[in-house]
């Protein structure tokens, strides 16, 4: 379905101008005239159309342009025309294309009392005749290079005889590189000679010899050198319509019986044949859009076909479900960085790279193409050995010997103990089974042994690193030592002694025993320690600050000056007296790895929450405190909320 | 100037203004006045004095003093017996860190010191004041003036003594000069010499203008922000209420508390506790 842009009221007045027109049936014939949109295309329309069982039909003539000045002036213009008639939904008749991509030099000239400006830039454009939404008929699609509003060069031109979609007798497609011209049949398929000559190379033509849609043989001539190409099935039993696309120059790759396969990939008929095809389905793109229509070329060929069976089918399922498996461990050690480096220093690693990379060229690529013949549905268009034949010209070796390097011995070659269990005979596709299990136990057989290989190098690096970042906290804590220890009080000195003493013996216990468990828990106790270091560093500029906190500038009404006054002395002397003995003394009698960071955090939070005290109100706290010494007890003292019961 | 030299100085001061000989007096009108200004016998007298200053907002405090003053009598020399206890309230205002200004009451319980009198023992005595006291800083040292007025109602212990209204006009010059500190702050001594002179006025006052001149030399000591103790010695001496001609003369020792708490909530203290500094 299509849908009308317009307003409400112009679409009251095309009804009441309309109703005199209408038709057939009880149907009713309206047209339309404004502004449209079509996919990308907006412009403005005139068309008729029929509603019919709540369907809207086109019916008559279609008119969609657009075309503006103003944008041309400015910048570019981007324009177009679809001209045509419909009928009961399928355009039918004669039609008309046009697709202009205009740029102006504005200048104006005023030619016969009209305004007239030259325009360069690209129209295509294409007519024909169309019957029930095909093309019928001659049909010429032109692309033009426009310079100064006339013709200067033919980009592309493509002229077909089509009798109701399919195209008949001879046909010419030509760009600025290529000109092909060929014949078909009368049910479309290809016959004759199809002759490809190049506008560049003089000379140098290439020509296709089809027999009723069969392709017999391709020659190519080239720099004064004719090659033939010749292809195999054209006998086959059975065979199979296709269109000629790039499935097709896949196939007469496979089908290709020269020693030495000329990639046809390259040929410069398929892309001409593309090009071709582009621009029909653009057309096509419109008219399915309006209405009814199947407007692709459809250049038809034969290939010789033989069909898959269950069996076969089931096999190849097999063989897709092996091939994933391989190419999952191949690419894991192929893609490892870490493997690329040890097997620099690791023989046994570098012997095992070899293997999975033998069998990954060997073996999995092949298999993988063949897969993709599968995948591409054309698997079925070649006989079976000669697929096998192409895809390994040359049967993989079971012994996978690794390439021997200047100076060093020879590493043993790779062979699975039980090699002689799979049978690479034959070009059937269990063959190809028997290569992929192969190739799927090898690998099978190596990932142990490099996983364990890979992690083992990788707990070795990790360990390196995490000494790295232990002697990085040690050299920290000694630092740390050695700036505070003149400033420091002697008894916090000593807490700091004490620590390093006890990760010195931690030290020594890990190095006898070196494995990243103990590694990584040693690293977090040197940070924990380290922690506690500078906690026990930062007490004295702690106090002073808690000091200031708790010191309150107090005006003295016989003086008449300002003194500092201590406020809350109890909880300032708690902390003082009691709180940061109890650190110092814990710091020197028990603290462990397990311990520590209680004790950090204690002093952190007890240092926060008593810069917190000194703005609440602590009068029962005070109070609470006044006869206490035991410095869990303050803690809990401290860390009560005083409007709290 | 070193603070020690200050109080040498206001010590000498206090000796030279003993020295100086006294004007003749002019006689009045059934007082006969002596030839010569005639100097009584020095009295010793004890004074126990408590001052507070509470804090009640941000910008009033309490002034609250209460005196307990001895007198030296025939059967108990030197310290004698209470002659007077005295209670001297008021509201003061703080116009910034260096002045405030105060007004307030007086009673004062006056006891008869005199044992072989034979009229009351106790009598009040009741007063009005208002105050006005300056501060300054002067290098380490705080130097103060004092201006206090006061309307005084008093009467003798005689049955039929009736009030008499006189008023008083004061001027007060002290200074605190720390000695083991630079600067007046807990835990600092300091000296303090005080001159003030008392003179007075009134339809009953004929005469006898200076009431009281006083000379004193204290040492004090800050405990806290909150508390201040302090001792001295003061030498006083005036025109007799009943002959211009005749001087009385004190030596007193005075024992001083100065305590200044803040009541004030917490949350009300926080704001603006310290006015403008």
């Known amino acids: ?62 008119k969609m342009q657009r075309s503006s000045l103003d944008a041309l002036l400015a910048k570019e ?42 325009v360069s830039g690209v129209q295509e454009e294409a007519k024909g005749k169309v019957v029930k939404g095909r093309p019928d008929g001659p049909w010429i699609y032109e692309v033009n290079r426009i310079a100064d509003s006339e013709v200067a060069e033919t980009l592309f031109k493509s002229s077909i005889l089509f009798d109701k979609g399919i195209p008949q007798q001879s046909f010419q497609i030509e760009n600025t590189e290529n000109t092909l011209v060929g014949r078909f049949l009368r049910d479309g398929l290809a016959h004759d000679e199809w002759s490809l000559f190049s506008s560049e190379e003089i000379g140098s033509s290439e020509s296709w010899i089809f027999k009723e849609g069969v392709l017999l043989r391709i020659q190519i001539e080239k720099e004064g050198k004719s090659t033939d190409i010749n292809f195999t099935g054209n006998n086959a039993k059975t065979t199979k319509t296709i269109n000629l696309d790039a499935a097709y120059l896949k196939t007469l790759h496979l089908l290709q019986t020269n020693t030495e396969t000329v990639d046809l990939s390259k040929s410069n008929m398929e892309p001409l044949l593309a090009e071709n095809a582009g621009y029909y389905q653009k057309l096509d793109t419109i008219l399915s859009q309006l209405g009814k229509a ?13 069909p898959l069976d269950s069996l076969e089918n089931e096999t190849l399922d097999k063989l897709a479900e092996q091939y994933k498996m391989a190419k999952g461990i191949s ?42 013949l599968k995948e591409a549905g054309i698997y079925e268009y070649a006989a079976r050995a000669q697929v096998f034949q192409k895809l390994f010209p040359q049967l993989p070796s079971k012994e996978i010997k690794t390439p021997q390097k200047e100076g060093v011995s020879a590493m043993p070659s790779f062979v699975l103990p039980n090699a002689d269990a799979y049978d690479f005979t034959g070009t059937s596709l269990n063959t190809a089974v028997q290569i992929a299990s192969y190739a799927l136990e090898s690998l099978q057989t190596v990932e142990p042994v490099l996983s364990k290989k890979l992690s083992k190098n990788k707990r070795e690096q990790e360990l390196r690193v995490l000494e790295e970042q232990l002697i990085a906290e040690n050299h920290a804590l000694e630092q740390l030592l050695d700036t505070v220890s003149n400033t420091l009080p002697n008894a916090h000195t000593k807490a700091l002694e004490h620590i390093k003493s006890v990760t010195d013996i ?9 494995d990243v468990v103990s590694a990584k828990a040693l690293l977090e106790c040197y940070k924990s320690m380290n922690n506690l270091a500078k906690a026990i560093a930062a007490l004295p500029n702690q106090s002073v600050e808690i000091e200031e906190t708790y010191t309150d500038r107090v005006w003295n009404p016989f003086m008449a000056n300002l003194m500092d006054e201590e406020v809350k002395k109890r909880i300032t002397s708690a902390y003082k007296k009691v709180l940061v003995p109890y650190y110092l003394k814990s710091t020197q009698e028990d603290v462990d790895c397990g311990n520590v960071n209680e004790l950090v955090q204690l002093m952190h939070t007890t240092h926060e929450r008593i810069l917190e005290l000194r703005d609440e109100d602590t009068t029962k706290l005070e109070r609470k405190l006044r006869r206490e010494n035991d410095p869990k007890a303050i803690v809990a003292l401290f860390n009560v909320k005083e409007d709290q019961p | 100037m070193k603070p020690i030299n200050t109080g040498i100085i206001a010590l000498l001061v206090v000796f030279f203004f003993r020295m100086v000989p006294m004007m003749a007096q002019e006689e009045t009108e059934g007082v006969f006045l002596p030839t010569e200004s005639e100097f009584k016998d020095p ?57 405030n200004f105060s007004l307030g009451g007086v009673v004062r319980v006056n006891f008869n010191t005199d044992e072989d009198s034979e009229d009351r023992n106790v009598v009040p005595e009741f007063r009005i004041w208002h105050q006005y006291q300056f501060a300054q800083a002067l290098y380490s040292a705080m130097i103060y003036h004092r201006i206090r007025i006061e309307h005084r109602w008093t009467q003798g212990f005689a049955e039929d003594s009736e009030y008499i209204f006189r008023n008083r006009w004061r001027y007060l010059f002290r200074a605190k000069v720390p000695l083991n500190n630079h600067k007046l702050e807990p835990s600092t001594l300091y000296v303090s010499p005080e001159a003030e002179l008392i003179m007075q006025s009134g339809k009953q006052v004929v005469g006898s203008v200076m009431e009281d001149l006083r000379l004193t030399t204290t040492l004090g000591y800050i405990l806290t922000p909150r508390l201040t103790v302090a001792a001295g010695l003061m030498y006083s001496h005036g025109q007799t209420f009943d002959n211009p001609g005749v001087f009385n003369q004190n030596w007193t020792l005075r024992f001083h508390m100065y305590f200044s708490p803040d009541f004030r909530k917490v949350r009300n ?9």
């Open chain 1, 331 to 372: 690419d894991f050690f192929l893609s490892s960085s870490q493997l690329g480096i040890l097997k620099l220093s690791d023989a046994e690693a570098n012997r095992l790279y070899e293997v999975v990379h033998t069998i990954s060229k060997e073996y999995l690529h092949p298999l993988g193409a063949f897969l993709a």
């Open chain 2, 269 to 277: 203290k926080l704001p603006a506790i310290h006015l403008n500094d």
């Open chain 1, 77 to 118: 213009d981007n324009s177009f025309l679809f001209s045509g008639a419909f009928e009961n939904d399928y355009p039918t008749g004669n039609w008309k294309f046009e697709f202009g991509e205009f740029q102006s030099d504005k200048q104006t000239q005023v030619v016969d009392y009209q305004y007239r400006v030259l």
């Open chain 2, 43 to 99: 009295k010793t007298k004890v004074w126990f004095n408590t001052y507070g200053k509470i804090r009640i907002s941000k910008r009033f405090f309490w002034d609250a003093q209460t005196h307990f003053r001895f007198q030296e009598t025939k059967e108990t020399p030197f310290i004698g017996q209470l002659a007077q206890i005295y209670n001297r309230h008021a509201l003061a205002y703080i116009y910034s860190k260096k002045v």
């Open chain 1, 294 to 306: 199947t407007f692709l070329p459809e250049f038809k060929v034969k290939v010789p076909y033989y």
């Open chain 1, 1 to 62: 379905m299509h849908y009308f842009t317009r307003t409400n009221a112009f679409r009251a007045a095309l009804v009441v101008l309309c109703t005199q027109f209408c038709g057939v049936y009880g149907q009713e014939q309206r047209t339309y005239s404004g502004p449209y949109q079509l996919g990308k295309y907006k412009g403005d329309a005139n068309f008729g159309y029929l509603i019919s069982d709540q369907d809207t039909l086109l019916q008559g003539d279609f």
């Open chain 1, 506 to 514: 931690k030290l020594s216990e890990f190095s006898s025993a070196e």
